[in-house]
């Protein structure tokens, strides 16, 4: 931006009360140099600027203000306006314009505490163990891919901390749960009476109730207890 765009631009604004006489003495430019300026015809690359700048701010509006520049800029290639990416940054910096990204999509669980008072709490908060498979611990976790969400469900032994079962599905049914479970059972010790603590959490159709009748018949032979 040269002096004299400087000066143009402050001149009309709310807040400024200095004089263009003023403006031009502190930037060491002449008045009537500025005056000269503002009556000339705008030039070719000023045109282009202007023209650069709605298509900004057009992309930038079609995206709901999520765009930054590298997406902008991607936008205009694709309709073949050529410009640097470090242009679309300085003129959106200059015009206001900043992105505002939009929280990810977070899957929560609510507990389901009448279902969870049925199911004695063994564990007590204490997720430690004297020898391995006495003691298991486990959790769903989902992952975003590129053709919609999976779920990993984990078996971890208190006592090494480790993955000693595991299961993936594109679904979060009880299944799920007990795959792992089985999982574990046909890799790793499991002593009679073991425990098995899960969280309280239930989404959707996934309750405790249903999880538990599932899991009873499905780790009977490991004769895990289940625990909230």
Same mark, same amino acid.
């Given at each position: ?5 400087? =000066? ?16 031009? *003495? ?29 298509? @900004? ?8 203000? *999520?765009?930054?520049?590298?997406? @902008? ?7 073949? *306006? ?8 300085? @003129? ?14 977070? @899957? ?32 769903? *976790? ?7 969400? =999976? ?38 010790? =499991? ?38």
């Amino acid at each position: 931006m040269s002096k004299y765009e400087y =000066i143009d631009s402050q001149k009309s604004e709310p807040p400024n009360r200095n004089s263009v006489v003023k403006m031009c *003495t502190w930037l060491a430019v002449s008045t009537s140099g500025f005056y000269h300026w503002a009556t000339r015809p705008q030039s070719a690359t000023s045109a282009r600027r202007e023209a650069l700048i709605a298509r @900004i701010q057009h992309f930038f509006e079609e995206s709901d203000g *999520t765009y930054g520049y590298r997406r @902008i800029h991607a936008d205009l290639a694709a309709e073949q *306006t050529e410009c640097s990416p470090e242009l679309v940054r300085q @003129i959106m910096r200059q015009i206001g314009l900043v992105a505002c990204q939009p929280r990810p999509f977070r @899957i929560t669980t609510a507990a389901d505490a009448e279902a969870a008072a049925s199911m004695p709490d063994l564990v007590k908060r204490d997720f430690t163990a004297e020898r391995p498979g006495v003691k298991f611990v486990g959790d769903i *976790t989902y992952i975003h891919t590129w053709q919609g969400f =999976i779920y990993l469900a984990t078996v971890i032994d208190c006592y090494s901390k480790k993955v000693v079962g595991w299961s993936v599905a594109d679904h979060m049914r009880t299944e799920l749960v007990a795959d792992a479970l089985a999982n574990a059972a046909a890799t790793t010790l =499991i002593e009679p009476d073991a425990i098995w603590h899960s969280d309280r959490g239930s989404v959707g159709g996934f309750n405790r109730s249903s999880q538990h009748r599932c899991l009873r018949s499905t780790v009977a032979r490991s004769s895990l207890r289940l625990a909230s």
